[in-house]
């Protein structure tokens, strides 16, 4: 009743017979025949269906109506006149996506029979915005889905939430479960840095990049409870369902891709320029300041060639990245192949930052009678790069004279070239860290339906990888006068070994009791294990310099970290359907887990949803397409890590000393009578459709409080310990969701079509277990007391940054955030006082996501694009705070000046005393000691806490089809361009590079602090697509 | 019926099957990196590795406040006493404690007195460091997870709690023990009357850091002494490995390569070198590096190194002398520092036994940095440094304990008690203006303090004080 669209006829007149034959073919938009088009006359029921050429003959008579129907297609119905030959082009129906849709396990449900939200993007919407890592892919794109990229650094890791966050442990993975091809992938982020020596993070990838995005058909995202229970404790935050593309029976299909990227940095923070190297105005060219010095130009008199050297734009390349992807695709009735090779190669903008991709995949389905049909794929990844040290580098920018030329970094004898400091490119260059993963992801799917009510399936997945990581910071080379990047250098070797397995075997038993009503029920079990295992080697103090080989070391430090977990799963799903209108389903699920302590281990939990179509079951307006009611309630619960429970021993790498082992207790403490969490949630929802599907509406409200929350809650270390692992809290996550798309125009040659979304989410701490008031998230670094802190109080929202202030007049001393309107404090000394209290100064997680998608074609031209904004949202700058340390700020620029500071005195009358902002002794022959800037304004978190909102263009794209005249002269079927640019900063208040940009990776909850590391990049493509 | 009966025992049997082996299968979760529980050696040989460097990371925080050591750069923290945030010494004190109490615990069950007795020497040297820097501390909750915020206890109370964990330390280190120490102790290899000669050293240590209270009892701490360390023959020391090198010759290392630090403060260079006292001390070249031209001079601090260059120009540590080479001891307590200590306890009572005790204390120091005989002697008998117990004031003790405890933590205390009284000695250049012109009197509690036990971290600035300092 959706989709009623008739594209095109072709009529042929014939004579006029009563019962006569009518035989024809159909083929796709291209000109493919389509194999498997059902046909049937139009209230009978007669039917066929296409063969593999896409022909068909049917019985019918003149004035009945033939509908040809096929999945992904325009339904058609053709009116038969007396011809005998009806040829039918299908139209491709992107909107018939939304309308099927895989659900968990990888089941295809029509959209209007699900009883929660569910949203899909296809392949075009993925390969459109050019992205390597497919889950920021998804950026701007679904509603409710939050996607963070870590930083611009190649390959780095992407975080995506759904529906806010639903953990309060501030190391726990909130990511939702990748599942290929109805096998769940890994999609952990193992950043670097567990032992001592490796501590600054190097930028590492979150599993799910190994997928070449080239391959995926489409992406589904399961945002709640009630979509993933049956997926249970591992898809706990929800579940992107990832569809690879298939053969299609016909002819063989060759496609090439090819593309050509390059990218810069999209924003800098406002810098000063006229002041340079030194401290208290004075110039000095070996000082450690950077610009606290003598103006530039006053210098440049004397100095020759001292200048202003732009170092935040020459420090970073124009990175560069080419893709090149070929799939060969095809198959027959019974049999369907697909195969690809893909090769992926990126230069970033920190010199010496790379990372590639090389992909392998194949994948088949046999269908060998009408009983059993099998299919499986593998997929091979290396995938790998240099991680320069991106915090560290843009740490050492923000030491580095602007006086002083950051390229010119390196002396004849390879040393480094330096006034004192150390140059942040010589060690981008020299301290290296390359990865090398090698990944097989692998999975057999059999179906055998012994009757037509009953299906056996069973799916065996594999997704094994090994992860070669070999640091190296070179040592001194033993030159006089040298600056080594290390005193001794070092050498280490990470070897990862993960290997996931799952199994899933399930029976489906499927009932029409009658015309009105039927049943599908799904019972199964689902085992999953994972083990892991790290072992490192390191080799400290080179013997000969440079020659980088543990055994070339005079100091071997070795660890191992391993682990295993398993889950064992019993589920089942009863699905009802009465009168196509109204759609029942329940599933339960139990779990054991090996993680959770044995009397604890086990846990249920049920779901039930439900949809009713209204519009199938009363008559409504003609204009009112469609329409459908949701609701749904369920549980899911969810284990912990493993290994952690109770008390342990360790030993530090550093023994044996003298042959001698010492032991110390963990410092972390997991409570031995741990209990699942459990996360109850309820949804409502509409889904409503308007002037024939012109206009969609899908609106949803929902609610989940994950109670029991673990938590490593970190503690006083007077305890006996510094973290606690235990069932700590609960947490609610509510919100809005809508997406809203239409066709707002729709003419043979020029087509609109536009889709917005938009999402809300309010959380809050609920409550937290008994004797802990608060727990610390994370916190960074500040200078003098300004570092800030994410804490989780009860009743306040998660994401809450607290720090210090300036004092303000009239505050309430039991107030828990900072009131900004009250005037400030001015000290005795003129400058305002800082109030060490630890307020909320801002909230970390966005309340507001959204974005709007737009599609123009005109004849064989496209246009997309793609904004997406996030709205009330603040977070700590770092790298203001330290570029007003170091005086390099723009606003530094007024430190010889006097100001009297807005506010009042202690009595509350208004300060007039005139002060001076400048370092040492001012023209009032006041000493000013190190300045304002450095003794007041970098001490107070207040000044660094700054609304991080944005409005970017996530990507635009125009697209070229080259039409028949074209394609009749080269050897292709079929050929496209498209120029594209990515995340452009539209608007952002936020002085600083990119506000999206966080240092601590993916695999964390502590967003909200940018760090220092790697700054956002904006990004331009040139793509060209073959078939053959 | 009896089909039926069958099958319902097969399938029963199944599920157990099943169910049983589902039960082996997720039987996996033993921790297979850390194990369950460590032997008391193990304890012990990580207690006392760590209870050194422990003893380290307070003497770099402290040794700049003492003017020790000075940044090369203007205006740094550590030198301008500015309020900086001790995460990881307060963690590392504490991750001691809980495993010497641990060891005390299981050394008692096991009837292995020296264990249990070195272990609560040890307590006691750790919380001593900790309550000398920090004031109150978390003890009487602490360390047996009763709570995940423990009250602080005042740091008086945690005095008696020191000497009376080095009481019953001497009493089980004289009493019997089921197993006895052995290469597992680096302190002293299983000597047992050197463990008991260093509980009675740091009892003497922390009895005279109460000498303004009235709880003070001189002649208690001159009989500690008596029985206190004999010679350098019984220092507390831990010499650092290959493995894992000395940390102040790591700092030195560091700096040749121009990661610098291990800068030398002009107060102390001046303080030998012949420009503040006239005699020079031979002790200079052995402690500290010269210039370039052969010089020593020093870096002020909060001033930074103005415009000399990274390296030749300025006094630092240089690797491979005393304090430096890649095994050199860390020390912990000292027959030097115990003759200071009877110096400055004797000074009223018994002026002849100071004036000697101060004289062996530097002949002590002198020794262990093994200066030449004459140089020792010349030195002696320089009118400065030997003015007769009738010029002998308690400066002179200060002065010597000074230079003889060279980057100890234990001079910050010396130094609050002096109220900072070194000759010469003036505040840092870029001094924290929120200390009004004075010296800093304690640390702040850490951050992580602060956030996560709150509620219970008393509220102090940077010039209160520790209960001993008294004005």
Known sequence: MRNITIAMIALLCVQFTWGQMISGNVTDSSGEPLPGVSIIVSGTTKGTTTNFDGEYSIEATSGDILEFTYLGMLAQQVEVANQTSVNVVMQEDSEQLDEVIVTAFGISQEKKALGYAAQSIDAEAI????????????????????????????????????????????????????????????????????????????????????????????????????????????????????????????????????????????????????????????????????????????IAQDVPGHKYQDNWNRAFDTGIQTDHSISVSGGSENATFYGSFGRFDQKGIIPFSDWARTSAKISGTLKLNEKFDFSGSINYTNSGGNRVPHDRFMERMMYWAETQDVRDYINPDGTMKTYSNTNPIYDARFSTYKDDVNRVIGNLNFN?????????????????????????????????????????????????????????????????????????????????????????????????????????????????????????????DLMVNYKDFLYLNLTGRND?????????????????????????????????????????????????????????FVSDDIFPLNGQVGFSRNSEFGDPELKPELTTSVEFGTQLSFLDSRLDLDVTYYKSNAEDQIIPVPISDGTGFSSYITNAGE?????????????????????????????????????????????????????????????????????????????????????????????????????????????????????????????????????????????????????????????????????????????????????????????????????????????????????????????????????????DRVLDRIPFKSMRVSLAANNIILYSPWDGFDPESFSAGAGGNAVGFTGLGFPGTQSYFLTFNFGL | MKISDNIKRIFAIGLILVLSACDSYLDVNENPNNPQDAPISGLMINSVYESAYNVFRVGDITSNYVQYLASPNPASSSDTMDPVSNNTTWFRLYNVMTDLVVLIDKAEEQG???????????????????????????????????????????????????????????????????????????????????????????????????????????????????????????????????????????????????????????????????????????????????????????????????????????????????????????????????????????FEGDKPRAYQAYLDGIAAHMQMLEVAQEDIDAYLASPEVSMGEGAFTIDDIFKEKWVAMFLHPETWNDARRYDYQYENMTLPANLNPDLNGQYIRRLPYPDNEVSRNGGNVPSVTLLDRIFWDVE
């Open chain 1, 592 to 648: 054991i887990s090996s993680t959770l302590p044995k009397d604890n281990n086990s846990f249920f939990y049920p779901s039930v949803n439900l949809g009713y179509v209204f519009t199938e079951n009363f008559e409504t307006p003609s204009w009112f397409t469609f329409g459908k009611l949701r609701a749904s309630w369920a549980q899911v619960g969810k284990d912990t890590n493993p290994h952690i429970l109770g008390a342990t």
């Open chain 1, 127 to 298: 390969t459109q915005t050019k992205q390597t890592n497919i889950v920021n892919a998804l950026q701007g794109q679904v509603a409710g889905v939050q996607i963070t990229n870590s930083g611009g650094a190649p390959g780095q890791s992407a975080r995506i939430i759904i529906r806010g966050i639903n953990s309060l442990d501030p190391s726990a993975d909130n990511q939702p479960l990748f599942v290929v091809d109805g096998v769940p992938i890994d999609n952990s982020t193992v950043e670097a840095g567990v032992n001592d020596n490796g501590n600054t993070p190097r930028g590492l990838s979150n599993r799910a990049s190994d997928i070449n995005p080239n391959d995926i058909e489409s992406m589904s995202v399961l945002k709640g409870a009630a979509a993933t229970a049956l997926y249970g404790v591992r898809a706990a935050n929800g579940a992107v369902i990832i569809t690879t593309k298939k053969g299609a029976a016909g002819q063989v299909k060759i496609n090439l891709n090819t593309s050509v990227g390059f990218e810069e940095l999209n924003r800098l923070p406002k810098l000063q320029k006229e002041y340079g190297q030194g401290f208290s105005g004075e110039y000095d060219p070996s000082s450690f300041w950077p610009s606290w010095g003598a103006p530039i130009a006053e």
């Open chain 2, 112 to 346: 292995a007195g020296h264990y249990q007795g070195a272990a609560q020497v040890l307590m006691a040297l750790n919380l001593g460091m900790g309550v000398d820097i920090f004031g109150d501390m978390p003890y009487s909750e602490g360390f047996n997870f009763e709570t995940v915020t423990p009250v602080y206890d005042s740091d008086e109370s945690l005095y008696t709690v020191i000497l009376n964990y080095l009481d019953q330390g001497i009493a089980n280190l004289q009493g019997p023990t089921t197993s006895s120490l052995g290469d597992d102790d680096f302190l002293y290899a299983g000597d047992i009357d050197k463990w008991i000669a260093f509980a009675y050293t740091l009892k003497a240590r922390y009895m005279v850091h109460v000498k303004d209270l009235p709880s003070y009892d001189a002649d208690e701490l001159l009989n500690a002494v008596d029985n206190g360390f004999a010679s350098n023959d019984a220092n507390a020391q831990l010499s650092f490995f290959e493995q894992s090198i000395n940390p102040w010759s790591d700092v030195a290392r560091d700096n040749a390569n121009l990661v610098l630090g291990g800068w030398i403060s002009e107060q102390f260079i001046e303080a030998l070198d012949g420009t503040t006292y006239t005699t020079v001390d031979p002790r200079l070249p052995l402690m500290v590096g010269a210039t370039d031209d052969g010089e020593y001079i020093g870096t002020v601090n909060g001033a930074g190194r103005g415009n000399a260059p990274e390296q030749g120009a300025r006094s630092t540590l240089i690797e491979d002398q005393y304090y430096t080479g890649q095994t050199s001891p860390v020390l912990i307590s000292t027959f030097s520092e115990l003759k200071f200590i009877e110096a400055e306890a004797a």
């Open chain 1, 731 to 963: 947490i609610e996550n509510s919100g809005f969701e809508v997406v809203l798309s239409g066709d707002i125009i729709k003419k043979s040659d020029f087509q609109w079509t536009a889709t917005a979304n938009l999402s809300m989410n309010n959380n809050e701490i609920k409550s937290i277990r008994e004797g802990i008031d608060e727990i610390v998230i994370g916190s960074q670094f500040g200078y003098a007391g300004s570092t800030v802190t994410m804490k989780l109080i009860k009743g306040d929202a998660y994401g809450n940054l607290y720090g210090t202030s300036y004092e303000r007049f009239g505050a309430d001393e039991n107030a828990v955030s900072l009131n900004n309107g009250l005037p400030t404090v001015i000290g005795d000394n003129g400058f305002p006082l800082t109030n060490s209290n630890q307020l909320i100064l801002g909230n970390a997680v966005p309340k507001w996501i959204g974005g709007l998608r737009n599609m123009f074609s005109y004849k064989n031209l496209e246009l997309s694009f793609l904004v997406d904004f996030r709205a009330d949202v603040e977070q700590y700058n770092q790298f203001d705070n330290f570029l007003s340390a170091f005086g390099k700020n723009e606003y530094t620029l007024t430190r010889n000046d006097f100001k009297v500071f807005d506010g009042v005195l202690a009595d509350g009358s208004p300060n007039t005393q005139e002060v001076w902002l400048g370092q040492g002794v001012g023209p009032d022959g006041v000493d000013y000691g190190a300045g304002f800037w450095r003794n007041y304004y970098r001490g107070v978190s207040e000044n660094f806490v700054q609304d991080a909102s944005y409005v970017k263009l996530r990507n635009i794209s125009l697209a070229y089809t080259f039409g």
């Open chain 1, 448 to 572: 055998y339906s012994p009757w037509e009510w009953m299906t056996l399936s069973y799916r065996l997945g594999t997704d094994f990888y090994t992860d070669m990581r070999t640091e190296i910071t070179p040592g001194p080379k033993g030159i006089d006068n040298e600056v080594a990047l290390s005193s001794t250098g070092f050498i280490e070797e990470t070897r990862i070994n993960s290997k996931d397995i799952t199994s899933n075997f399930y029976i489906t038993l499927k009932k029409d009791w009658n015309d009105d009503f039927n049943t599908t029920l799904r019972l199964g079990n689902d085992i999953f294990q994972r083990k892991f295992d790290r072992v490192f080697l390191r080799g400290e103090n080179y013997v000969i310099p440079d020659f980088f080989n543990v055994n070339n070391t005079r100091q071997i430090f070795t660890g191992q970290a391993k682990s295993i977990r398993r889950l064992v799963g019993f589920y089942g």
